[in-house]
Nanobody, 123 residues
Framework: QVQLVESGGGVVQAGGSLRLSCAAS????????MGWFRQAPGKEREFVAY????????YYGNSVKGRFTISRDNAKNTVQLQMNSLKPEDTAVYYC????????????????WGQGTQVTVSS
């Protein structure tokens, strides 16, 4: 079984940047597609970004397209999310997870969720 730990969250002003990292233990991530999701208070979980096992394919939610970049380093067993031009509406807890089946954007397609990292963007 794989354990995921997110880090890199914090408080940033609107227009700023943060880089989130998802580190895995227990199993190599190199054979798995990965995703980032977020959940704001009172809102449903939202798909943010997807990356295929070899990094060859990426896909983004409409609200972050052009501002966020997902990447991975299979040698280090990590997945990153570079977030630029942050907006107050990006405030949420961000989670990484392993895609195990099905749709790229549906939370139900993912498993082995981390505990999340809080991102707060002030206006």
């Amino acid at each position: 079984q794989v354990q995921l730990v997110e880090s890199g969250g914090g408080v940033v002003q609107a227009g700023g940047s943060l880089r989130l990292s998802c580190a895995a233990s227990g199993r190599t991530l190199s054979r798995y597609d990965m995703g980032w999701f977020r959940q704001a208070p009172g809102k449903e979980r939202e798909f943010v970004a997807y990356i295929s096992w070899n990094g060859g394919t990426t896909y983004y939610g409409n609200s972050v397209k052009g501002r966020f970049t997902i990447s991975r380093d299979n040698a280090k067993n990590t997945v990153q999310l570079q977030m630029n031009s942050l907006k107050p509406e990006d405030t949420a807890v961000y989670y990484c997870a392993v895609r195990v089946q099905g749709s790229l954007v549906a939370g139900r397609s993912y498993d082995y969720w981390g505990q999340g990292t809080q991102v707060t963007v002030s206006s």
